[in-house]
Structures are given as C-alpha cells and as structure tokens.
C-alpha cells in the first residue's frame, strides 16, 4: 500500500530531513512511526499525502508513484487518504457537522447521504451530541475525535495520524487507540507517528523508529522479541 | 489478527459510494452558491469590511465620473459656438442659396448651414444693441453683409480640423470672406484637452488606487481564512472546488458594493441638487445637470463586479497550493 524507496528529502540545502528512507507499508498494517522530536516523522507523514514532494526517492501510494503526479491528481490521492493532524486544523467558526462534512462535499456527496454518513461517524466518535457546536467550544480530546471523524468519515484506504494523543490523558488516548484499531479492522492502512510509548507498548503493532531522518530500527511487536524485519 | 481478517469483506462493502444527489453542472452551481452565502453569513464581518471597501473606493470613482460627465456634457454645448460663417456683400438669389449650400454641405464635417439674409442680420443686431437703439438709427438692411453659418460636426471642432475645413471652403468658387473665431477656436479647444487630460489622469489615479485598496482588502480578508482553503485541499478538494464559492463570494460583494455606491451617489447627487441653491450662484436644477446614464450604472456594476471577482481570483492563487 505504501512504498518509500531511498527517499530523501531536505528542507534546506544542507540540513536534511529525512535519508535514504526504505519502508514498505502492506495493505490493511497498522504502524507505529516514533522516535524523538525532529526525527522526520512529520516529514514522513506529509510525503505521503503529498504536501511535500522528496529530493530524490520515490514514493507510491497503491501502486501509485505520487513523486510524478500532475498537481490536479493531488486531490483525488488525498481522498482516499484520511489524516488526523497533531494540530487538527478544524475550522474554529465551523459546527462539528460542517468540519466531517466538508470531507463527503468535496466528493461531490449529496446533501442527504453527506448527512446520513456524517451523523454516524460522529455517533462511532461518541460525539454526535456536539454536531451542532463550534469547534473552538470543545474539549481537547472532543477535537480529537472530530478530527478523526473527518479523517475517516470517507472510509479511507489510509489512516495518518500525527501525533494523535499529544494532549490526551489515558482515558482519551484508550478511546482514539480503539478507533485506529477498529478503521484498521475494517480494511484501511493505519500510519501513527508518536513518541508515546505506552501508546505502543499497549497496541503491540510494527514499529519503525526514525532517529535523524534515517531509519534505525523496525519491530513486529506481536513477535515480543524485538526480532528486525529488514 | 485472523479473528478479525474474516470481518474485512464485509465491512468493505459497507463502504460504497453513494450515487451523488448533487452532479451535474446545475447540482454544483447550487451548492457553490449557497457554500458562497453560508460563507458570507459566517463571516459577516469580514464581508461587510469587503463590501464597504467596494462601496466606497467605487463611490470615490462614480462621483469622479459624474462630475466629469456633466463637465464634458457643458463643454459640449459651448462647443456648438465653434461655427464657421461665410460673408457675402449681396443678397442671394434662391437658387445662388441652394447652389452654395449644396456645395457648402458637400464638404466634410458640416452638421448644419444656415443662410442669413440682411433682414435677418438686421434683427439680430438689434438684439445685440438692445438698450442702445439710438446706435442702430440710419442704419438700413443693405449695410450689412449676408452670410451662411455653418455648424461642424462634433468631431470636426478641433483646430486642426476647423482650419483644414476652412481651407477647403475658401476653394469653392464665389466665397472669399470666411470667418472662424481662430483664436476662440484654439483656446477652447486648447482647454477642452486640458480638462480631459487631467480627467484621464485624475481618474485613471483613482481607479488604480480604488483597485489597489480593494485587491489588498481582498487578500486581507482571504488570509483570514487561509486555513478554510488549506483544510479543503488537505481533504482532497480540487482548485475549481475551493476557488468556486470565494469567486461568487467575490462576486456578490462587488455587485452589491457597487449597487450601494450607486444608491449612495444617487443619495448625494440629489442632496446636491436640493441644497446647492443655497450656496451657488446658479440653480443646479436649471443648469442641465444629469444623474449617470444607463450605460454607466451598467459599467459601474460590471466594474465592481469583476473587482471582487478579479481581486479574489488573484488573491486565492497566493493561498492555494494544491
């Protein structure tokens, strides 16, 4: 599903980003992507919905190779890639509704489906009691799950997540850990970059940790030894 | 992992497309236009700033406009003095009139010839005179020369023009005596060209500073909503899908801005004509003054029009990256 072959990118001419990166990501996984701050996993996650192009490298995306899309095929990539981003970036004098349903409108949705589709992510997030409010009105952790309704409300066949438990405490992050794990069971590629270790250890999921934009390390943790894959 | 593997066909499924309820050309017009008007009542604040730009920078240009209409309209009447008249020391026969009018009309750029015969020289130099009769006594018809007054066309009033058409006239056969007011002549054609070279100028400097506040306002107000426009591309929105309903939104700011100018103008140009009177030596009503014509209230909500549209065009270009 997600391919990355010697990618490199720099953002300036000598600090590089990320370094010769070589990840293989097959249909319906579930990855964690962690290391420290200024690792590259930002970095990583916006390569592949296309909001950077890399250096040298390829990237593809369901066979894809998105570093040689044309500009207008950037949108039609990115509807069938959800993303939850660690800011959110919700529209703050928009409901809750009109922020999930902006996803569905740009597929060209009708307004009642839009409505019927809407409504239900939004009772699978637990907040369709909200769906009239504005989103600066919510909770941290409601913002969360709005983000990820939106992310998901398309059923994509790729979930992003970039830092998705950054402010939560343990209740919440249980709760958005369930959502990934029950998208991932319904078919969709999930991609996580964290530096929450609980939220690894407890989901026992593939791990690649990025130190300095290169790889260092990649684990099945199902296999509990820590055992490399590559 | 395999409990759940055997759930995925199933749950795939679910996810289908629904038909879209909203295709075709006419389907997304529709909802382009009411995403515009959610936008404007969503940001109502910022429209009203946008509006109010408009209204304003288009007011500063419509009442720029007006006033250089009604000058050029005045200035068109004085130009009807510009008259060039062909003197003869003998009455004509009627056919002589005909012969010369004939020939006089052939020539190009003449609007109007007009014979005046001694009587009629007579009459108006009376009226010349009026008060001063006691001048006019012993004076009889015969002294005075008989002449054929010949208006130009409108075009034809320049100096250039005047004195070109003066030189084709002197070749007819018959007519020696020409007079123009050369001097009257090139003054005012002197300041008509003075007047609207600085129109051009003056108006021109307006509507470059009217577009400029209006563009910059534009982008102001478009940057405020940048991350509307980054979200949309960031969940797979095309150009045409983000750009669509800030173009109407620009759309219907300028039209409306440019209907409250025109309203405004109104507003002042009848205030005007109400209380000028006080003020000015003439009355305003009498003068011949005139609102805008039809022509320009169309042009001047096209103008607007296309400046919200235009301005938003060039600002979304800045903030859309996709």
Same mark, same amino acid.
């Given at each position: 599903?997600?391919?990355?072959?010697?990618?490199?990118?720099?953002?300036?001419?000598?600090?590089?980003?990320?370094?010769?990166?070589?990840?293989?990501?097959?249909?319906?996984?579930?990855?964690? #992507? !962690?290391?420290?701050?200024?690792? $590259?996993?930002?970095?990583?996650?916006?390569? *592949?919905?296309? %909001? /950077?192009?890399?250096?040298?490298?390829?990237?593809?995306?369901?066979?894809?190779?998105?570093?040689?899309?044309?500009?207008?095929?950037?949108?039609?990539?990115?509807?069938?890639?959800?993303?939850?981003?660690?800011?959110?970036?919700?529209?703050?004098?928009?409901?809750?509704?009109?922020?999930?349903?902006?996803?569905?409108?740009?597929?060209?949705?009708?307004?009642?489906?839009?409505?019927?589709?809407?409504?239900?992510?939004?009772?699978?997030?637990?907040?369709?009691?909200?769906?009239? #409010? !504005?989103?600066?009105?919510?909770? $941290?952790?409601?913002?969360?799950?709005?983000? *990820?309704?939106? %992310? /998901?409300?398309?059923?994509?066949?790729?979930?992003?997540?970039?830092?998705?438990?950054?402010?939560?405490?343990?209740?919440?992050?249980?709760?958005?850990?369930?959502?990934?794990?029950?998208?991932?069971?319904?078919?969709?590629?999930?991609?996580?970059?964290?530096?929450?270790?609980?939220?690894?250890?407890?989901?026992?999921?593939?791990?690649?940790?990025?130190?300095?934009?290169?790889?260092?390390?990649?684990?099945?943790?199902?296999?509990?030894?820590?055992?490399?894959?590559? | 992992?395999?409990?759940?593997?055997?759930?995925?066909?199933?749950?795939?499924?679910?996810?289908?497309?629904?038909?879209?309820?909203?295709?075709?050309?006419?389907?997304?017009?529709?909802?382009?236009?009411?995403?515009?008007?959610?936008?404007?009542?969503?940001?109502?604040?910022?429209?009203?700033?946008?509006?109010?730009?408009?209204?304003?920078?288009?007011?500063?240009?419509?009442?720029?406009?007006?006033?250089?209409?009604?000058?050029?309209?005045?200035?068109?009447?004085?130009?009807?003095?510009?008259?060039?008249?062909?003197?003869?020391?003998?009455?004509?026969?009627?056919?002589?009139?005909?012969?010369?009018?004939?020939?006089?009309?052939?020539?190009?750029?003449?609007?109007?010839?007009?014979?005046?015969?001694?009587?009629?020289?007579?009459?108006?130099?009376?009226?010349?005179?009026?008060?001063?009769?006691?001048?006019?006594?012993?004076?009889?018809?015969?002294?005075?020369?008989?002449?054929?007054?010949?208006?130009?066309?409108?075009?034809?009033?320049?100096?250039?023009?005047?004195?070109?058409?003066?030189?084709?006239?002197?070749?007819?056969?018959?007519?020696?005596?020409?007079?123009?007011?050369?001097?009257?002549?090139?003054?005012?054609?002197?300041?008509?060209?003075?007047?609207?070279?600085?129109?051009?100028?003056?108006?021109?400097?307006?509507?470059?500073?009217?577009?400029?506040?209006?563009?910059?306002?534009?982008?102001?107000?478009?940057?405020?909503?940048?991350?509307?426009?980054?979200?949309?591309?960031?969940?797979?929105?095309?150009?045409?899908?983000?750009?669509?309903?800030?173009?109407?939104?620009?759309?219907?700011?300028?039209?409306?801005?440019?209907?409250?100018?025109?309203?405004?103008?109104?507003?002042?140009?009848?205030?005007?004509?109400?209380?000028?009177?006080?003020?000015?030596?003439?009355?305003?009503?009498?003068?011949?003054?005139?609102?805008?014509?039809?022509?320009?209230?169309?042009?001047?909500?096209?103008?607007?029009?296309?400046?919200?549209?235009?301005?938003?065009?060039?600002?979304?270009?800045?903030?859309?990256?996709?």
């Amino acid at each position: 599903m997600i391919q990355l072959h010697n990618v490199s990118l720099a953002y300036q001419q000598d600090a590089s980003a990320l370094n010769n990166i070589d990840l293989n990501i097959g249909k319906g996984e579930f990855v964690f #992507l !962690t290391g420290p701050s200024g690792a $590259g996993k930002t970095s990583l996650l916006r390569l *592949l919905y296309a %909001a /950077l192009t890399p250096n040298r490298g390829q990237v593809l995306i369901d066979g894809q190779n998105i570093t040689r899309i044309s500009r207008s095929q950037i949108p039609l990539l990115r509807r069938s890639i959800g993303v939850v981003f660690q800011d959110f970036k919700l529209l703050q004098n928009r409901t809750v509704f009109e922020n999930v349903a902006i996803a569905l409108e740009v597929l060209g949705w009708g307004r009642a489906d839009i409505g019927k589709k809407t409504m239900h992510i939004l009772k699978q997030m637990g907040i369709e009691s909200k769906y009239n #409010l !504005t989103t600066q009105r919510l909770s $941290g952790g409601e913002q969360q799950r709005v983000a *990820l309704a939106r %992310a /998901l409300v398309n059923d994509p066949k790729i979930l992003l997540a970039d830092e998705p438990t950054g402010n939560l405490d343990d209740a919440n992050k249980n709760q958005i850990l369930n959502i990934f794990k029950d998208a991932n069971i319904r078919g969709t590629t999930v991609v996580v970059a964290t530096h929450d270790r609980r939220l690894i250890e407890q989901s026992h999921k593939r791990l690649v940790t990025l130190n300095k934009g290169e790889i260092v390390e990649q684990m099945e943790k199902e296999t509990a030894s820590g055992h490399q894959i590559l | 992992m395999n409990k759940w593997k055997k759930k995925q066909p199933a749950a795939i499924k679910s996810f289908k497309r629904p038909t879209l309820a909203g295709d075709g050309f006419g389907g997304r017009a529709g909802f382009f236009l009411s995403r515009a008007v959610n936008n404007i009542r969503q940001n109502i604040f910022v429209n009203v700033v946008t509006v109010g730009t408009i209204t304003l920078a288009l007011l500063i240009v419509s009442l720029f406009m007006l006033v250089f209409v009604n000058l050029e309209s005045a200035t068109e009447s004085w130009s009807e003095r510009v008259q060039v008249t062909v003197y003869f020391d003998k009455e004509l026969t009627n056919p002589d009139q005909s012969a010369f009018r004939e020939k006089i009309s052939a020539l190009s750029g003449v609007s109007r010839v007009s014979y005046v015969s001694r009587d009629e020289a007579l009459k108006r130099f009376k009226i010349r005179l009026q008060g001063q009769e006691a001048l006019l006594e012993g004076i009889r018809p015969e002294v005075l020369p008989t002449s054929f007054e010949i208006a130009l066309k409108r075009s034809h009033r320049d100096t250039a023009s005047v004195e070109s058409f003066v030189t084709e006239l002197k070749r007819i056969p018959g007519i020696t005596e020409v007079q123009y007011g050369e001097e009257w002549v090139r003054r005012f054609n002197s300041f008509l060209n003075f007047m609207r070279l600085l129109g051009v100028l003056l108006g021109g400097f307006l509507v470059i500073a009217a577009i400029f506040i209006v563009s910059n306002t534009i982008k102001l107000t478009i940057y405020s909503r940048r991350e509307e426009l980054e979200v949309m591309a960031l969940v797979g929105a095309t150009r045409f899908f983000i750009k669509a309903p800030f173009l109407l939104e620009g759309l219907i700011q300028g039209f409306v801005g440019s209907v409250l100018s025109i309203i405004l103008l109104f507003g002042l140009y009848e205030g005007f004509l109400q209380n000028a009177g006080s003020f000015l030596t003439f009355n305003p009503v009498s003068s011949g003054l005139s609102f805008l014509s039809l022509e320009y209230i169309a042009g001047l909500l096209l103008a607007g029009s296309m400046l919200g549209f235009l301005g938003s065009l060039t600002s979304l270009k800045r903030f859309i990256n996709v």
